[in-house]
């Protein structure tokens, strides 16, 4: 499968699964349910708020993928945010774990293999975020 063809099928499979509005709190249940750290990082931040910045965080991904340098300079921005906010790299390694389990549930079943589709195409937005932590932890050892 070439990599149009997986930026496809992912697209494909973000329209099925976001046209269930129960796929979004599905995600959410199970992220919540990951670890206490995701509970801390997320407990203050309302679900409706928490469905916007994963909507806004894969759309920006979907973006990426193709190159869109507008789009890549909000995925580095947005990993310049998470990294002020403490978030660990395990943090999202949850996180894409979560995502793809609630595609599994949504989608997995009609489309063999989608979950893999979405983790390759989500890996480099979270190398990204991790890597930010990284920049940031560092820039505060100097300080």
């Not at 070439?2 to 699964?17: A, E, N, V």
């Not at 589709?117 to 480099?124: A, D, G, Q, T």
């Amino acid at each position: 499968m070439t990599p149009t063809d997986k930026i496809k099928q992912f697209r494909s499979s973000y329209s099925r699964c976001t046209l269930d509005p129960d796929f979004i709190t599905t995600f959410h249940k199970i992220f919540m349910n990951t670890s206490i750290e995701a509970r801390e990082h997320m407990a203050h931040i309302h679900e409706d708020r928490q469905r916007k910045m994963l909507e806004y965080a894969l759309y920006l991904q979907m973006l990426a993928i193709d190159d869109n340098p507008d789009a890549k300079k909000c995925l580095a921005d947005l990993g310049d945010t998470h990294g002020k906010l403490a978030i660990g790299p395990n943090l999202y390694d949850h996180w894409l774990n979560s995502l793809i389990t609630a595609v599994d549930n949504y989608d997995g079943g009609l489309y063999p293999g989608i979950a893999g589709i979405w983790r390759e195409v989500l890996s480099p937005g979270i190398e990204l975020m991790k890597r930010k932590h990284t920049q940031e932890v560092k820039l505060k050892a100097i300080s």
